[in-house]
Structure formats: structure tokens, C-alpha cells
């Protein structure tokens, strides 16, 4: 009998042990959840960025400048971060993709995020417009029209620019049907520009900006800005990254607006809406 009772005894030790064990893990498990982001965990943070005249530059002392560094250190002022330039949107998208950067700071259209796969957008940072890009007339027409007369309309653009292959599809289908888009493997906005100074492509279309950087620099080219509606820029992230998204948007709804956010998109030619 006393053997009974004391496995019953023991039995019962043991399932208070289970259960009891059972309770701090559970309280330990809940004190341990991983709370959102803030700006002390973000330590450092790897960025790509396109190598251009506007986005990203480096000067002749070594200083980084440009308009994606300006923004990103405005909003994250005590992260180190690496910067990792890119020539082609393409391969800043494969490298977001697997991991290789956490956060594609670039002018990336918010209408084409359909476009992308297992990525997400931020918050709009700000708005900006597209130029057409040729060389003088000789009769000083408008782009328009040269377009009404022309019955073959080349216009040359980086194979990934998808936000510009949407304002020129647009084009065709409400005004210009000739219009024919002919994509780049391997060219930038830069290149195309310089292109249609060197007389090798007719037209390009690219952000006006950069556009009319390039036509401060060298003689010989037309910018024209009223090509098309302005469109909201984002930047792009790895659908993994929440938490992180999460920070830059809130920092973004913090700043945006600032007199410190405004000063830097005037700088840039740039506005918020």
C-alpha cells in the first residue's frame, strides 16, 4: 500500500515539475519576443544606390553626395551605413533580392510595385517627373509637334526602367501610337544622354533631373520637362525586412515636411507632393 501511495506520490511531484516548468517558459518565451525596431538597433545598414549625378556621387575628396545620401542620413543619423553603388536597377534588384543589401535607395516609381517579386516599397518620399530628351530642331518645334508629324517615333530607355515604359505605354495608347520603346541592356539614363548628343539614338527619356544635370554640362541638348504626369518615388526593400520597413516609414512620416526634408529636395529640384 505505502509502495502505491508513493508512486502516486511521485507521479504527482513530477507532473508539478512539468507543469510548473511549463509556466516560466512560457513567461520567459513571452519576455524574449523580439519588439519592433527602433533606431538604436539599426547600427549599420547596407544600401544600394544608383551611381549617378542626382542619386549617389562621390567627389573628388572622397565626401559621398547626392540626394539618396542626403535622405537616408537625414532619417538615420547615427547609422553607419554602406553604400553600394549600382549600374543597372536590374542588378540592385537581384542583389535586394538575395540579401546582398538591405535597402535599394533609389527614385523607384510607387505605381509599378506590381512589377515586383517577394519585395516591398516604403512610404512615398517624394515626387518627381520625366524629361524627353533630343537634340535642337532645326525648325524649333515642340516634342509635340515633331510627334504629330512623325510616323516613326524611336525613343531609347534602360532595359529596367519600368516607371518610364509606363509613362511612354501611356503615351502610345492616348497619343502617340508610332511611339516605339527600344530598351538597353547595358546603358543608363547618363549614357542615353550622351548618346542622343553623339547623334547615335534620336530620343531618350529619363528622370528630368538627371536630365537637366547633364544638359548643364555639355552644349547640344533639348530637355523637355512637360513630357508626362509626375510620379511618387520610393524606395524598395526584401519582403523579410517588415521591421525595418516599419523604422523607415516612421521616420519618413516624422521628417517629411521638416524644413531639414524640404531644404534637401530643393537642392535637387525635388518636392514631397
Known amino acids: 500500500m505505502k509502495d502505491i501511495v508513493g508512486k502516486y506520490r511521485l507521479w504527482g511531484i513530477l507532473l508539478t ?5 511549463g509556466l516560466f517558459w512560457g513567461i520567459r518565451s513571452c519576455s524574449e519576443t523580439p519588439k519592433s525596431r527602433d ?13 549617378s549625378p542626382i542619386d549617389f556621387n562621390i567627389g573628388k ?16 543619423p547615427d547609422t553607419t551605413i554602406q553604400w553600394v ?29 506590381e512589377t515586383l517579386e517577394a519585395l516591398m516599397t516604403t512610404a512615398p518620399l517624394y515626387v518627381s517627373g520625366f524629361a524627353l530628351v533630343h537634340r535642337p530642331d532645326s525648325m524649333s ?19 529596367d526602367a519600368d ?13 502617340y501610337p508610332t511611339i516605339d520603346i527600344e530598351e538597353h541592356n547595358d546603358e543608363t539614363p547618363e549614357s542615353l544622354c550622351l548618346a542622343v548628343l553623339k547623334g547615335d539614338i534620336d530620343y531618350t527619356v529619363c528622370d528630368r533631373n538627371i536630365a537637366q544635370a547633364i544638359s548643364k554640362r555639355v552644349e547640344g541638348l ?12 520610393v524606395w524598395v ?31 535637387y529640384g525635388l518636392t514631397s507632393h
Do not use: C
Request: proline letters at 1%; aromatic letters at 8%; a negative charge.
Open 85 to 113: 553603388p549600382f549600374s543597372s536597377r536590374a542588378e540592385a534588384l537581384e542583389a535586394l533580392s538575395s540579401n546582398d543589401i538591405e535597402l535599394y535607395a533609389t527614385s523607384f516609381a510607387w505605381s509599378t510595385n
Open 39 to 51: 533606431l538604436a538597433d539599426i547600427a549599420r545598414l547596407k544600401v544600394g544606390v544608383d551611381f
Open 222 to 233: 533639348v530637355v523637355e520637362t512637360g513630357i508626362a504626369f509626375d510620379l511618387h518615388q
Open 163 to 175: 516607371d518610364i515604359k509606363v509613362l511612354l505605354k501611356n503615351l502610345q495608347d492616348f497619343s
Open 17 to 21: 515539475v512539468v507543469i510548473v516548468s
Open 237 to 267: 526593400l526584401n519582403d523579410n525586412a517588415s521591421e525595418l520597413l516599419q523604422l523607415i516609414n516612421r521616420q519618413i512620416e516624422q521628417n517629411k515636411g521638416s524644413s531639414e526634408w524640404n531644404r534637401v529636395l530643393k537642392k
Open 61 to 76: 575628396d572622397g565626401k559621398f553626395s547626392g540626394l539618396q545620401h542626403d535622405l537616408l542620413t537625414l532619417l538615420l
Open 141 to 159: 518645334r515642340s516634342w509635340t509637334e515633331i510627334f504629330d508629324e512623325m510616323q516613326d517615333i524611336k525613343i531609347s530607355i534602360p532595359k
